[in-house]
C-alpha cells in the first residue's frame, strides 16, 4: 500500500474508531437522557434527533468558510472535531435540560461539518476504482466502539442515571483525540476555485438533472428512514407503548445489534459498491430498510425487534458507504465537495423536519402508522431509482470501474 493511502488509511480507522463511540453517545444516551432523566417534551427530543441534519443544512457555508480561509482539509476536520469537544464538555457543566440540550445540539451541527472535507481526503488519497475497499475497515471499527460504548454505557445508566456525565465527558475528551488523529492526515488546501460559493454549489440541484433527479429519490428516502428513527426510541422506551424496555436494552436494540450487523455486512457492501452499479447497490440496501421499518413495528415482540434492528444495521453497513461516496460516480474529483456539501445540505433538510413529522403522525395516529408511511416513501424512492438505472453518465462510471480494474 503505498505511503499516502496507508497513512490516509490508518488514521481514518483510528478516527472512525473513535467516532463510533460519538455517535452511540449522540444517537442513544442523549435520547435516554432527555426522556428518563430530564423528562423533556416532544419538541425538545424532535431537536436533538435534528440537529444532525441542522448541520447538515450549513455544511454548503462551511465548506465555503473553510475555502475562503485556505484551510487544508484534515485542518479543518481538525477544527471541526475540536470544537465538537468543547460542547460536549459544556453538556454537563450544569445540571440543566436548557444547556444540556443546547450543547448536545450544538455539538451535533458542529460535528457533521466535516463530511464535505473528509470526503476531499478520501477523493484525493484513494484510487477510484477501490474507495469502497478503503472504507471497510474505518466502518467496521467504528461499529465495535458503538458496540462496547452502547452496552458499557448503558449498564452505567442502569446503575444510576445520573451517570451519564461521566458518559459525555469521555465523549468530550474523545473528540480531543480525534482531532489530533485528523489532523495529520495527507491533504490538501481548499480552494474557492474548486469549491465556488454556496450558491453556486445549491445551482448544481438544477444545473445537473442526473444529480438533483437523484438528489429527490434521496430525499423520499431519507425522510422515509428519518421520520421513524426517533420513533423507534419512543417505541422501546416509554411505557404507554407497552415495551418499556430498560436503557441497557435498549442500548443492546438500538446500537449493538445494529453494529453487530453492520461489522458482518460491511465488507459485502463495500465489495459490492465497487464492483455493481450504483443503482444496483442503492436498492438492494434500500429492502433491507423497508424490511427494517415493518418489521420494528409490527409487534412488540423482542425477538421481532431484534430482527428488524439486525436489517437496519445490514442496511446501515452500506448506506453509510453509499451516503459518503455515491458523488463520486457522478462528477470530478475537483468538484466532489461541491456535491457532497449540496447532498448534505437536502440530508440537512429532511432530517430536520423529518423527526417533527415523525411525532406529529405519532401524536395523531400510532408508531405503526408512522412505520407504514416511513416504508412507502422508502419504496417510492427505489421506483425513481430504478428509471435513473440507464442513464449514460452511471453506466460509463461503471465501465471506467470496470476498465480500472
Known amino acids: 500500500m503505498p505511503e499516502l493511502i496507508q497513512n490516509t488509511h490508518s488514521r481514518d480507522s483510528l478516527r472512525s474508531f473513535l467516532y463510533g463511540i460519538l455517535e452511540a453517545g449522540w444517537q442513544t444516551f442523549a435520547f435516554i437522557v432527555a426522556i428518563r432523566y430530564f423528562n423533556s417534551d416532544i419538541n425538545f427530543k424532535a431537536f436533538i434527533a435534528a440537529s444532525g441534519p441542522i448541520g447538515f443544512l450549513l455544511t454548503p457555508l462551511s465548506l465555503y468558510f473553510f475555502a475562503n480561509k485556505k484551510f487544508t482539509a484534515s485542518f479543518a476536520c481538525a477544527l471541526v472535531y475540536f470544537l465538537t469537544a468543547l460542547f460536549l464538555f459544556g453538556s454537563i457543566t450544569v445540571n440543566s435540560l436548557a444547556v444540556f440540550g443546547a450543547c ?30 478503503y472504507m471497510k475497515m474505518p466502518h467496521i471499527l467504528s461499529a465495535v466502539s458503538a458496540v462496547a460504548f452502547g452496552f458499557i454505557g448503558g449498564k452505567i445508566l442502569d446503575i444510576n442515571i445520573e ?28 480552494t474557492r476555485e474548486h469549491i465556488g460559493n454556496p450558491w453556486q454549489s445549491i445551482s448544481l440541484i438544477w444545473k445537473d438533472k442526473l444529480f438533483g433527479s437523484m438528489l429527490g429519490a434521496w430525499m423520499l428516502l431519507g425522510i422515509g428512514n428519518l421520520i421513524c428513527l426517533p420513533i423507534r426510541y419512543e417505541y422501546l422506551a416509554n411505557p404507554k407503548f407497552g415495551i418499556d424496555a430498560n436503557n441497557t436494552q435498549i442500548a443492546l436494540l438500538m446500537i449493538a445489534v445494529p ?66 461516496l455515491w458523488v463520486t460516480k457522478i462528477t470530478s474529483q475537483e468538484k466532489v465537495s461541491s456535491y457532497m456539501s449540496v447532498h448534505m445540505a437536502l440530508t440537512g433538510l429532511r432530517g430536520t423536519i423529518a423527526p417533527f413529522i415523525g411525532y406529529w403522525i405519532l401524536i395523531k395516529t400510532s408508531p405503526q402508522i408512522v412505520a407504514y408511511l416511513g416504508a412507502f416513501l422508502v419504496a417510492l424512492s427505489i421506483v425513481l431509482f430504478e ?14 470501474k470496470e476498465n480500472a480494474h
Open 104 to 133: 448536545i445540539i450544538i455539538s451535533q451541527i458542529i460535528n457533521v461539518q466535516k463530511g464535505p472535507v473528509l470526503l476531499q481526503i478520501y477523493t484525493t488519497n484513494y484510487p477510484p476504482e477501490n474507495r469502497g475497499h
Open 387 to 400: 428509471l435513473m438505472k440507464n442513464n449514460p453518465r452511471l453506466l460509463d462510471a461503471h465501465n471506467n
Open 259 to 324: 453494529a453487530v450487523a453492520k461489522i458482518l455486512s460491511t465488507t459485502i457492501w463495500a465489495n459490492l459498491f465497487d464492483q455493481l452499479k450504483l443503482i444496483t447497490t442503492r436498492n438492494i440496501n434500500n429492502a433491507f430498510f423497508i424490511l427494517s421499518i415493518i418489521l420494528f413495528f409490527i409487534s412488540d415482540n423482542i425477538i421481532l425487534i431484534t430482527i428488524a434492528s439486525a436489517c437496519y444495521g445490514t442496511a446501515l453497513g452500506g448506506g453509510k458507504i453509499f451516503w459518503n
Open 163 to 190: 451517570n451519564y456525565t461521566l458518559l459525555f465527558l469521555l465523549m468530550a475528551i474523545i473528540s480531543l483525540i480525534a482531532s489530533a488523529v485528523v489532523y495529520k492526515m495527507p491533504s490538501q488546501k481548499l
